[in-house]
Nanobody
Framework: QVQLVESGGGLVQAGGSLRLSCAASGSIFRLNAMGWYRQTPGKQRELVATITSGGITNYADSVKGRFTISRDNAKNTVYLQMNSLKPEDTAVYYC???????????????WGQGTQVTVSS
């Protein structure tokens, strides 16, 4: 089993910054892509940013130039630095990780519990 634990959410004023962290633990043989998604009530979960094990990144157009995703492979941790936050960034942010488990090297895709980010105007 693979667990993801997120931290760093909170309340911030528009224009401010927050940094989210997500640490993966458990029966991990290899971590491939990791990413951040967000969801607001009544809407589908949407991609915010992803990063491969080699450091290739992908961003939603709405966050390009403001958010930066990074990872520490030695710590199995992914980060999301969020700058110039806007009220429309308010959402529950979820971490996702894909990879292979120890043993039979079966693939997995795991989600964190979510962390609330609220941006006030």
């Amino acid at each position: 089993q693979v667990q993801l634990v997120e931290s760093g959410g909170g309340l911030v004023q528009a224009g401010g910054s927050l940094r989210l962290s997500c640490a993966a633990s458990g029966s991990i043989f290899r971590l491939n892509a990791m990413g951040w998604y967000r969801q607001t009530p009544g809407k589908q979960r949407e991609l915010v940013a992803t990063i491969t094990s080699g450091g290739i990144t992908n961003y939603a157009d709405s966050v390009k130039g403001r958010f930066t995703i990074s990872r520490d492979n030695a710590k199995n941790t992914v980060y999301l630095q969020m700058n110039s936050l806007k009220p429309e960034d308010t959402a529950v942010y979820y971490c996702n990780a894909e990879g292979q488990r120890h043993g039979l090297y079966l693939p997995f895709s795991s989600w964190g519990q979510g962390t609330q980010v609220t941006v006030s105007s």
